[in-house]
């Protein structure tokens, strides 16, 4: 049973930045994929990032390209998303989400297990 917890959200200034951290316990190791998920009130679960644990490749929506960076930690088994230049369209809830085998992607269905999320809110 793999378990997600994320931190590092909160209130945020337009043009700041925050990290968000995902910390996965019960992982097997050296396999699967990562990926960062965002809600918005009102809209659907939207892709933002993933990454494959073994060798780091990335995959993003182009929406965040050059503002959000996806990285991990294999020894830490935690993933992180460091977001740049916030905008007010930025505020949802963020989720990270565990693909236990194969690549995750952008397809939500690929992905086994889910965090609880956590609230970003940018402010104007």
């Known amino acids: 049973q793999v378990q997600l917890v994320e931190s590092g959200g909160g209130l945020v200034q337009a043009g700041g930045s925050l990290r968000l951290s995902c910390a996965a316990s019960?992982?097997?190791?050296?396999?699967?994929?990562m990926g960062w998920f965002r809600q918005a009130t009102g809209k659907e679960r939207e892709f933002l990032a993933s990454?494959?644990?073994?060798?780091?490749?990335?995959e993003y929506e182009d929406s965040v390209k050059g503002r959000f960076a996806i990285s991990r930690d294999v020894a830490r088994n935690t993933v992180y998303l460091q977001m740049n230049s916030l905008k007010p369209e930025d505020t949802a809830v963020y989720y990270c989400?565990?693909?236990?085998?194969?690549?995750?992607?952008?397809?939500?269905?690929?992905?086994?297990?889910w965090g609880q999320g956590t609230q970003v809110t940018v402010s104007s």
């Open positions: 989400a565990a693909a236990t085998q194969g690549w995750g992607g952008s397809i939500p269905r690929r992905y086994d297990y």
């Open positions: 019960g992982r097997p190791s050296s396999s699967g994929a």
């Open positions: 990454i494959d644990w073994s060798f780091g490749l990335t």
